[in-house]
């Protein structure tokens, strides 16, 4: 008898659907410690709208929100019942098609959670500009009820291409290398704890040097012009002050990790020169953090 070539061709041959969208808050497997929050995803682009669904089971039996079609990327849920784990998942329609289901994200109330304020960014400052390519200290305020802090680094401001990502970051500092030139960057940094996390900070910017650029050891303080020599340095760096009667109150060095080296408290006015002593320092990369009137900077230096 004849075969029927047909029967053996495989019936699934549609073409393969589109990753869904990239969930953003409130962070995944977190607690909060409010009834209403707001659910965040990132844009896909074409998309003429999203499907949402919100549940409290991860089998989504027992739907909150079911199939809702929305045409932004936010989602305000309010009246959340305490202790109750929810969980959620978005895809997009594009071109009248959908797009694979998001990861499935999941949060719980917690009346009781303390969780960690929000951390602010310091350095670079945000639209800071010929930002040095081979390497970047970034530093952040000490956030309320943190115990360790995560960092992401991107190309993008909404951070679905990360360059660099840290998590258990127990100072509040963290250094990166290798930057492209003339390049824009964005970087954000959250708090954790053992109640759960903080949002993410104000997102910060920064552009990196064109090719060809030196890195220039100087810039402004408080509306003042400061400059450090002589770098790289062997003994002595010296740091100047366009003005006498801007303050210094703290000079801090740390090494190319992040890590405090030395520390100086200066409460002196009216001095626009200091001279710091570098000799015992081993060869490689420093940073120094100057600050003055609640204001501060950070200068690149390279100890021979």
């Not at 073409?15 to 409010?34: E, H, K, Y």
């Not at 003429?48 to 199939?67: A, H």
């Not at 784990?85 to 594009?94: D, F, G, L, Q």
């Amino acid at each position: 008898h004849a075969i029927n070539s047909a029967a053996i061709i495989p019936s699934d041959c549609g073409s393969q659907l589109l990753d869904g969208p990239t969930l953003l808050s409130p962070a995944n497997d977190t607690t909060i410690n409010q009834q209403s929050v707001t659910l965040k995803w990132n844009t896909l682009n074409n998309a003429t709208n999203y499907i949402l669904d919100v549940s409290k089971d991860e089998t989504f039996l027992t739907k909150i929100v079911d199939g809702e079609e929305l045409t932004t990327t936010t989602r305000n849920l309010t009246n959340l019942a305490w202790d109750q784990t929810i969980y959620w998942r978005v895809k997009a329609v594009i071109s009248g098609s959908e797009t694979e289901w998001s990861e499935i994200w999941h949060f719980t109330p917690s009346e009781n959670a303390q969780l960690p304020a929000i951390p602010i960014l310091t350095s670079p400052a945000d639209g800071a500009i010929n930002q040095d390519t081979s390497s970047i200290l970034f530093t952040w305020q000490q956030a309320q009820y943190a115990i360790t802090y995560e960092f992401e680094l991107s190309t993008n401001n909404n951070f679905s291409v990360i360059i660099n990502q840290e998590n258990n970051i127990t100072g509040t500092t963290h250094s990166v290398v290798n930057f492209f030139s003339d390049t824009e960057y964005f970087w954000r940094v959250r708090a954790v704890n053992d109640d759960g996390m903080s949002g993410w900070s104000n997102i910060s910017n920064f552009v990196t040097l064109k090719t060809g650029t030196s890195s220039v050891r100087e810039g402004l303080l408080n509306g003042k012009q400061y400059k450090l020599s002589p770098n790289p340095a062997e003994d002595i760096i010296m740091i100047k002050v366009s003005d006498e009667n801007l303050s210094l109150e703290e000079i801090i060095i740390y090494n190319i990790s992040g890590k405090e080296i030395l520390k100086r408290n200066n409460n002196i006015y009216n001095v626009n020169q200091q001279m710091i002593d570098i000799s015992n320092l081993q060869t490689g990369v420093y940073y120094i953090k100057l600050i003055s009137n609640n204001e501060n900077t950070i200068i690149k230096f390279i100890k021979k």
